[in-house]
Every structure is written in C-alpha cells, then in structure tokens.
C-alpha cells in the first residue's frame, strides 16, 4: 500500500557473517538491542538473522549473544559484564551498529582485550567516528543519504506520475576494511 526505502539488514549481517568467516574466525558473537514495542521486547532482524547465519553453519553459540538496548552505554555496560562474569569470548563479535561498536570496544580496553590481537570486531553504518576510533572500525557502509533522497523522489513521482502501486527499493551496502578486524592465526 505505501513506498518503501529499506536498507537489506538481513544481507548486511551475512556479508559480515561471511566476511569474519573468510578471515578464519567460526566462534562468532553477536551484540544487539532490543526495542519495546507497547511493552513487549521485539527481537531486532539484525538479531535474527545472525542467529540463522550461524545456525546454517551449526556455529552457533548462545553463550556468544550479548544483547540489551541499542545504545552505546548499553554495548559498553553488557560488555563489561560479559566480561566481568568470566564468560568466554569469542573470536570475534559481529555488532548491530557503530555506537554500540564504540562501546564494547571501550569495555575491550578496559579489560586489556586488545581489537584485533584478541578479537575482532565489525559493525554496521560506517558513522563519521568509525575511522577514527582505536583501531578505526570495519563497518558496513549503509548510504544513509540515499534513503532520503530516494525517498523523496518516490513521493514525487507518485504525485506527478498518479502511481496507485506501492514501491519498495533497497539501497546499497558496501563493507568498509579498516583495522578492528584482524586475521586468525
């Protein structure tokens, strides 16, 4: 019934998935938020999705899954309390976004984990301080941009052109190599 300018979520998480495992790593985590939804916790695709990409390979580990809100105080604060309750880490940490990315990374040091001497970490968004955090942060680029511009522009032409069909566009993705992930020895 309406347009629609998406980001594909579910590729981005398989392109990280992917990527990591090229790189060697198999014991793979996850830190992600949930959102209450009229009081009820909705579990984020981005959650979902990593779940079946590590199923698919039966890599996954729930003892890997660090989830609370999407806010970097929230990454920071699950992080050191995996860490600080001795539970294992894996080998590297796919994360739902930059900010959170921030934070655990900030709980890493803290902790003397080194990234990613000790374990790798990559993200999605690509924000302006992803490249200059210690060690600048891989990321998926989401062209935020052109979700707006391409939104607009299917506002226009459904007014001009009397378009009485819905659209749904997906805009582009591309995985940004900087030094938060490393290579398994």
Do not use: C, W
């Not at 199923?55 to 992080?79: H, Q, R």
């Amino acid at each position: 019934k309406y347009d629609a300018v998406l980001v594909n979520l579910r590729k981005a998480i398989a392109t990280m998935v992917g990527y990591l495992l090229e790189r060697g790593f198999t014991k793979i985590g996850y830190i992600g938020g949930r959102d209450m939804d009229n009081g009820v916790e909705s579990i984020d695709i981005r959650e979902t999705e990593f779940i079946v990409q590590m199923k698919k390979m039966n890599l996954y580990d729930e003892k890997y899954m660090i989830v609370g809100d999407f806010s970097i105080d929230s990454a920071y604060e699950m992080t050191l309390k995996h860490i600080s309750d001795k539970k294992e880490l894996p080998e590297a940490f796919v994360i739902a976004n930059d900010s959170m990315a921030i934070g655990a990374l900030r709980a890493f040091q803290q902790n003397r984990i080194r990234v990613p001497k000790d374990i790798s970490i990559i993200s999605i968004n690509d924000i302006p301080t992803a490249k200059f955090t210690y060690p600048p942060l891989t990321t998926i680029k989401i062209h935020s941009e052109y979700l707006g511009i391409t939104a607009v522009r299917q506002v226009i032409d459904r007014i001009q052109n009397k378009r009485d069909f819905s659209l749904k566009i997906f805009v582009g993705m591309e995985l940004i190599e900087r030094e938060s992930v490393g290579q398994k020895q």
